[in-house]
């Protein structure tokens, strides 16, 4: 078994699972996007579906794409791009899932 090694950490046999978090990337250091309050469509991705921002520790991006996305969102929010709650007229949940 000493072949296998693989960059993926997998549940050892007769061994507890080592701490793992599964590693978050910053979806817009990925896309080498700026965020710009404009980008509509792609700020609500990191938007709540009650258009709230999502939390950094839950969206997994990093300090200066946070920073910049909260710039952005109350910039387009201003600008009457995004609601600022769902109870806003015309406003549809973004990422409405129901959970299955
Ligand atoms: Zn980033």
Redesign the pocket.
């Known amino acids: 078994m000493t072949t296998e090694r693989e960059s993926t950490p997998q549940r050892r046999p007769g061994g507890r699972p080592r701490f793992y978090s599964r590693r978050k990337v910053?979806q817009?250091?990925v896309d080498k996007k700026e965020l710009d309050y404009k980008d509509v469509d792609y700020i609500k991705k990191f938007l709540s579906e009650r258009y709230m921002i999502e939390a950094r520790r839950k969206s997994g991006?990093?300090a200066?794409?946070q920073r910049s996305l909260a710039k952005a969102v109350k910039k387009a929010r201003h600008l009457a791009l995004l609601p600022f709650s769902p109870a806003q007229k015309g406003a549809l949940p973004v990422h409405y899932r129901p959970r299955s």
């Open positions: 910053c817009p250091c991006m990093c200066k794409c």
